[in-house]
């Protein structure tokens, strides 16, 4: 058994099969616009921006964890390693679960570290807003991938103040 992590488009649209789904929280990261997407929410003239985790240190990051089978797991890992080609890179990091149950696993996140071919990096929110707002790419709006981040992280009660703050701001381009 294996569990992968996710804190962006893995939250809604898993697209694999798992085992178990639990609310879960990363430690020393935070979830951030700063990655550029020339493949699904945006073209390579006009990259969107999706979500990647930065250092934070006494920052955290919530996201959904998946359980997958050990058959199952390479079908899915070379999916995943597709599906997050621009960029990411598979990192091993704890998970602490939020719910009832609680205790922690060890998990796969799948996260673009600075300086990847894609990278953007930090920009004022205003101006992330307007990115997202004018990108749009072969697995749609840019803006849907933010109002659906913030919808999903609304209905597992997880705050996140970069994400909640963008969703305000691009409501000036809609
Ligand atoms: C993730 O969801 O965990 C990775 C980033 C993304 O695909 O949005």
């Given at each position: 058994?294996?569990?992968?992590?996710?804190?962006?488009?893995?939250?809604?649209?898993?697209?694999?099969?798992?085992?178990?789904?639990?609310?879960?929280?990363?430690?020393?990261?935070?979830?951030?616009?700063?990655?550029?997407?020339?493949?699904?929410?945006?073209?390579?003239?006009?990259?969107?921006r999706?979500?990647?985790?930065?250092?934070?240190?006494?920052?955290?990051?919530?996201?959904?964890?998946?359980?997958?089978?050990?058959?199952?797991?390479?079908?899915?890992?070379?999916?995943?390693?597709?599906?997050?080609?621009?960029?990411?890179?598979?990192?091993?990091?704890?998970?602490?679960?939020?719910?009832?149950?609680?205790?922690?696993?060890?998990?796969?996140?799948?996260?673009?570290?600075?300086?990847?071919?894609?990278?953007?990096?930090?920009?004022?929110?205003?101006?992330?807003?307007r990115q997202i707002?004018?990108?749009?790419?072969?697995?749609?709006?840019?803006?849907?991938?933010?109002?659906?981040?913030?919808?999903?992280?609304?209905?597992?009660?997880?705050?996140?103040?970069?994400?909640?703050?963008?969703?305000?701001?691009?409501?000036?381009?809609?």
């Amino acid at each position: 058994m294996q569990w992968i992590f996710g804190y962006g488009s893995l939250i809604w649209r898993p697209d694999f099969d798992f085992v178990a789904r639990r609310p879960a929280r990363v430690h020393g990261w935070q979830r951030r616009f700063w990655q550029g997407s020339h493949d699904h929410r945006g073209v390579p003239e006009r990259p969107g921006r999706v979500v990647t985790l930065v250092a934070a240190d006494g920052g955290h990051c919530d996201g959904m964890a998946y359980q997958v089978t050990a058959a199952d797991s390479a079908r899915i890992f070379d999916a995943l390693d597709h599906r997050e080609k621009n960029g990411y890179q598979r990192r091993d990091l704890e998970l602490h679960f939020l719910d009832a149950d609680g205790g922690t696993a060890p998990g796969i996140v799948y996260l673009a570290p600075e300086g990847n071919h894609a990278y953007l990096g930090p920009a004022e929110v205003a101006d992330i807003a307007r990115q997202i707002a004018h990108s749009t790419g072969p697995s749609g709006r840019n803006i849907d991938y933010l109002i659906d981040l913030a919808a999903a992280l609304r209905a597992m009660n997880a705050d996140d103040e970069h994400v909640f703050e963008l969703e305000h701001a691009i409501r000036e381009h809609l």
